[in-house]
Each structure stands twice: as structure tokens, then as C-alpha cells.
């Protein structure tokens, strides 16, 4: 088992109840363009327009149909709310602790890959929004930006692997990651093979990326990213990498290359996650679980925790929402944190995964969206849309505590239902 590891120095102090979220719009001092955005949907058709259509694409696309990618946000809308009334719900607070350490939101920002493409210095970016935030934040390991940089700028943030089954390339992975000062590690266990996205094709994006006229028009055509991050990033940067797929430099996002650093994920198996368990000091997260044997597994290997996750239905397109299965992992979890992403849009889905079980939950795409659009300002308007719509609902649900929701203050609305 991993140690028990200290409050970061970020972290207030564990009787220091946080800022409840402010309802007030956005300041005069944001980009104009923020004040769109009334809530996470909004950044989506922001960045479309900001974005060229090759990264966009790839920031929204997801497996074949869709299927998965679809059914993530409609589970929610099956859970309606059974709220107390007559509370005083005047000391309200939103805090959770994970893994020793107090976060001031019950919310953080999932791993994604190439954030460095959306925004310069993504990964940057997202991370350091998150610490100012007080909450939890994952750095992909097919990201642009070394993990030190990304340490050095935010401490407390977690680091995701995609390993292969190869020991010689697992254990200075590890050792990099420890020695730069992480101490969650996030190991990624379903993506034995590459999917098939064919929504990455269709709008222009592959890996690696293969110049051409139209990829070349599409940048031309969206100029504020063109200088505000391609050129930009060249000039400072030189041509962006996979820095963090092992503990070696990866391969130029041109290069062919790119593809042998993500093969031989399907040797990957439970004795690596045991073998990983004893390299790695820290706390250990397994993420991509939907089954409650692999939960119990989990546990029994000395995880400390799971994410319920089905890659944002980017991987097995079919491959069942998370919520849906979050009671029973929760269930066969034991005593790990669990915690779940995929579909997050609201404050109100924050609150029914959390009633089900969930510690915390994790959303990808709409804060790559804000950053796309307004970097660290639009990561900040995010935060603030979301957390006070979680506010909100505890205050209407009737609870001061996030410890205090459990399944009881949810109803099934019926399949195929749509809130409101």
C-alpha cells in the first residue's frame, strides 16, 4: 500500500471552511467573449469558432457512432431529485478530501491529450487553473509539455500513463514521474489497442498529423490560434512532442514515428498494476473501470482508488455510461475512492454522481473548450459556472455537506427522460 501522503502546501487547513462560489457574472477585467458563456454547453460552440476544425474535432469526437459519447450525458437524466426543505442551508460548503488532501470543489479536470494544441501551454494552462482553484487536476501522458514544467507550475497535480506491458519501459516512466515531484499516479486501463475514431478522420485529424493543403488552410483561416498558439508555440518551443509517454522524449506530432510509442498496450495486465503498486510510493488510481470485478481487483491489489470511466466514449463505442454502473463499483470498491467523469455538464450532475457514490468527479472536454477560447480566464469561468451551479443545488436539495447526499435524494425520472 502507498504511504499516506501530506496536505500539499496549496491546501488550507482541514477546519478552514472554503469560499462558497460567487453568483455574480463574470468581471469587466474578463474577455468580452466570456460573458457567452452562461454555462459548460456554451464553450463548446465558442471553441468550434476558435478552434481550427482538426483540433476541434478531435477535442469532440469520440468512437464510431457516438454511441457511448451520447449515453454519458442522457444517463444523467434519469436520476430526478427528491430535495429536503425547511433546511438551514446557510453553511454550505463543497469541500472533499482525497488522499489526505482537502480540495475546496468536488469537481477537477480530467486528462486529456495534445491540450498544448488547443491552447499554448495547455497543459499549463489547465493545471495551474485547477490549483487556483483548489481542486484536483489530472496531466495526461500524451501531452506536448514535459510533466516537470507542468510541476514546477502547479504542484499537486496528478499524472495518467498509458503504459505498455514492457517492465524496461514502466519502471523509468515511474521513476520520472516520482522524481518531478507527482505523488497521485493515474494509470489508464482501457486502451488496449487504438480505437476507432473515424470522427477524427472525417474532420481532418490523425496521428500524426499529416500536413496538407487543407490542414494548412485550416489554420490560415483561424489566425488567432494560428499565432496565438501554433507559431507561437514554434517560435519559443520548437516543434511540439510527445514528452511523457515514457521517460525518454517521444516523437514529433509529425512524425511517423508517433504510432510505435503507443503500441504494445495489450500486454498490459494485473501483474503490471502489481509490480507498479510496489515501484510506486505514492497514491495509485486506476482509470477506465466499469466492472465491479475489476474494482474489487483493484483493491485487492493495493489501488487506493478508481475512476469509473469508459474514456469518454472515445474508446468501445456501446461500452456502458459510468453512472449507470457507479453503485455497483462503489459497492465492490470497499474502501477505495471512487470517483467517476464522462458526461459532466452541470452542477446538478456533479451532485446525482455524488449521491450514487462518487468522491469526486472529473470533466474533460468543456474545460479544454474554455481554455481554447479564453485561456486561464476562460479555465476560471468554468470553474465558477460549475460551482455555483453545485451551490446552488445544495442549497435547493437541502443539504450543507456534500457528505450528507446519498441515493435517497434520487428518483428514476423514467428511461429516455430529459431534464429540464
Not at 203 to 230: E, I, M, N, Q
Not at 364 to 379: H, L, Q, S, T
Amino acid at each position: 500500500m502507498s504511504a499516506n501522503a501530506d496536505p500539499t502546501p496549496t491546501s488550507p487547513p482541514l477546519d478552514a471552511a472554503p469560499a462558497r462560489p460567487s453568483s455574480r457574472p463574470a468581471g469587466l477585467d474578463e474577455p468580452r467573449i466570456l460573458r457567452e458563456a452562461l454555462c459548460l454547453d456554451d464553450f463548446e460552440e465558442l471553441a468550434r469558432r476558435r478552434l481550427p476544425r482538426p483540433i476541434f474535432g478531435y477535442v469532440a469526437g469520440a468512437a464510431e457512432r457516438n454511441s457511448s459519447l451520447r449515453d454519458n450525458a442522457s444517463a444523467f437524466a434519469e436520476y430526478g431529485f427528491v430535495p429536503r426543505t425547511l433546511v438551514d442551508v446557510s453553511r454550505r460548503s463543497q469541500s472533499i478530501t482525497l488522499f489526505g488532501t482537502r480540495y475546496a470543489r468536488p469537481f477537477g479536470i480530467a486528462p486529456m491529450g495534445i491540450n498544448a494544441l488547443s491552447a499554448y501551454r495547455g497543459d499549463i494552462v489547465l493545471a495551474a487553473g485547477a490549483a487556483e482553484a483548489d481542486m484536483p487536476s489530472i496531466m495526461s501522458g500524451s501531452s506536448l509539455i514535459p510533466l516537470e514544467d507542468v510541476a514546477r507550475h502547479a504542484p499537486g497535480t496528478w499524472f495518467q500513463a498509458y503504459l505498455p506491458g514492457d517492465v524496461t519501459r514502466i519502471d523509468p516512466l515511474i521513476d520520472r514521474v516520482a522524481q518531478a515531484g507527482y505523488r497521485t499516479l493515474v494509470l489508464t486501463v482501457d486502451i488496449p489497442v487504438m480505437a476507432n475514431r473515424e470522427n477524427n478522420l472525417r474532420t481532418g485529424f490523425s496521428t500524426p498529423l499529416r500536413p496538407s493543403l487543407r490542414l494548412a488552410w485550416d489554420g490560415v483561416s483561424h489566425p488567432r490560434w494560428l499565432c496565438g498558439t501554433f507559431l507561437r508555440t514554434l517560435a519559443r518551443h520548437g516543434m511540439p512532442h510527445f514528452e511523457n509517454s515514457f521517460a525518454s522524449r517521444g516523437a514529433p506530432i509529425l512524425s511517423a514515428r508517433v504510432m510505435r510509442d503507443f503500441t504494445a498496450r495489450d500486454h498490459l495486465n494485473w501483474e503490471h498494476v502489481a509490480r507498479i503498486r510496489r515501484r510506486w510510493q505514492g497514491h495509485l488510481v486506476l482509470k477506465g473501470i466499469l466492472h465491479p470485478v475489476d474494482a474489487a481487483r483493484a483493491r485487492e491489489q493495493g489501488v487506493d482508488g478508481v475512476i469509473v470511466s469508459n474514456h469518454g466514449g472515445r474508446q468501445l463505442d456501446g461500452a456502458v455510461s459510468p453512472l449507470r454502473v457507479l453503485p455497483a463499483i462503489v459497492e465492490a470498491a470497499g474502501g477505495l475512492a471512487v470517483m467517476m467523469d464522462g458526461g459532466v455538464r452541470r452542477g446538478t450532475d456533479v451532485l446525482k454522481a455524488l449521491a450514487l457514490g462518487a468522491r469526486c468527479v472529473f470533466v474533460g472536454r468543456p474545460f479544454n473548450y474554455a481554455m481554447a477560447v479564453a485561456g486561464g480566464a476562460g479555465v476560471r469561468h468554468a470553474v465558477r459556472l460549475l460551482g455555483d451551479e453545485v451551490d446552488r443545488g445544495m442549497a435547493m436539495l437541502g443539504v450543507n455537506t456534500l457528505d450528507e447526499l446519498d441515493a435517497g435524494f434520487l428518483a428514476p425520472m423514467g428511461a429516455g427522460s430529459r431534464a429540464t
